[in-house]
């Protein structure tokens, strides 16, 4: 099934966390906390401001995000658990570290 979030929303797929504490203790299913981090799967068009402009978002699919515990709607489609939140609920983009330069 394909699913095109409306307006300012985005879909969110949970990246899965450690199930190893720093420790080395394994963390059972039962007592992890749900992930705060996840990678955008689908966004919508934008949000319309008070000049009736479609605003884009600021995120696109396959970037990897963090969110608050508690945001978005959980969704299951074709078997997969997803949430709907809108981006405003997102707190920002993970980029990846670019190799620290020497100064000579």
């Given amino acids: 099934m394909k699913f095109r979030p409306l307006h300012d929303r985005v879909v969110i797929r949970r990246v899965e966390s450690e199930e190893k504490s720093s420790g080395g203790i ?6 992890k906390e749900k992930p705060m981090e996840g990678e955008v799967v689908a966004v919508g068009p934008g949000a319309r401001g008070e000049d009736g ?3 884009p978002l600021d995120v696109k699919a396959g970037d990897r995000v963090l969110f608050g515990k508690w945001s978005g709607t959980e969704v299951k489609m074709d078997g997969e658990e997803l949430l709907i939140m809108k981006e405003s609920d997102i707190m920002g983009i993970l980029e990846e570290r670019s190799p620290a330069r020497k100064v000579a």
């Fill in 26 to 31: 394994i963390i059972p299913d039962t007592a």
């Fill in 53 to 55: 402009e479609i605003h």
